[in-house]
């Protein structure tokens, strides 16, 4: 396998050294997800989804167990105040854990009923929390505890913990999964895997881009 890193657009050397290369840290887990760097103290939190565990990498330390069972925790992000956020299929929720290593359940309900199961998270710098919900954490084995969908499609959320408002702003993706903002975040990037589930399901990422009351618009295709 080689260790070189190809790219496919000439502005990743923006923010990477062509020569760079990619070297492995750990092995041993069953399905890795969500990597967040912690630039002060240089490491990196990520979940086991299937493992049922969250962990750290350290470069002196290794890795530890951070949280286990984890509840299948997925994506993980930073929010404002470098707190760590999660998204756990398990308590069908977006978690934070807190300074004194404690869990918040920051929302688990969209119009009064359960959210499926949160698989990817980012937080925009006005403090709000977009997320995808699709129902991985109910259909696949080995990752949540299963139970019955209450939403009537997978959507994407943007949630705002200041006032507590959750709103769906993407409904018409059938699997959303991961999903990111570009630089300025005048743009929402989103990937549809429904493919996982069906054959004829898509493998696609959809752009949108996010006005001044963070609402999505002007669709397209980015694959």
Not at 23 to 31: D, E, P, W
Not at 35 to 60: A, I, M, T
Not at 140 to 169: L, M
Request: glycine residues 10%; proline residues 5%; negative net charge.
């Amino acid at each position: 396998m080689s260790d070189s890193i190809i790219a496919y657009d000439s502005k990743l050397y923006e923010i990477l050294d062509k020569n760079a290369t990619v070297k492995r840290v750990a092995t041993g887990f069953k399905h890795t997800e969500g990597p967040v760097y912690f630039p002060e103290d240089n490491s990196v939190y990520f979940s086991d989804v299937s493992g049922n565990k969250l962990l750290r990498w350290h470069e002196e330390n290794g890795i530890t167990v951070v949280r286990e069972p984890s509840h299948y925790q997925n994506g993980n992000c930073r929010d404002l105040g470098g707190g760590l956020v999660s998204c756990s299929h398990g308590q069908r929720s977006i978690i934070r854990r807190e300074q004194d290593g404690q869990w918040t359940r920051l929302v688990s309900l969209h119009r009064g009923d359960r959210l499926i199961s949160p698989n990817d998270v980012v937080v925009r710098s006005d403090g709000t929390i977009w997320f995808t919900d699709p129902p991985f954490g109910l259909t696949q084995p080995g990752e949540g505890y299963g139970g019955n969908q209450q939403q009537p499609g997978s959507f994407v959320y943007c949630f705002d913990p200041k006032k507590g408002d959750i709103r769906a702003v993407i409904t018409e993706m059938e699997r959303p999964n991961g999903l990111a903002f570009n630089p300025d975040e005048t743009i929402l990037y989103v990937s549809d895997t429904s493919q996982v589930n069906y054959s004829q399901g898509h493998h696609y990422i959809q752009a949108y881009d996010i006005d001044s009351d963070n609402k999505t618009k002007n669709k397209r295709n980015k694959t």
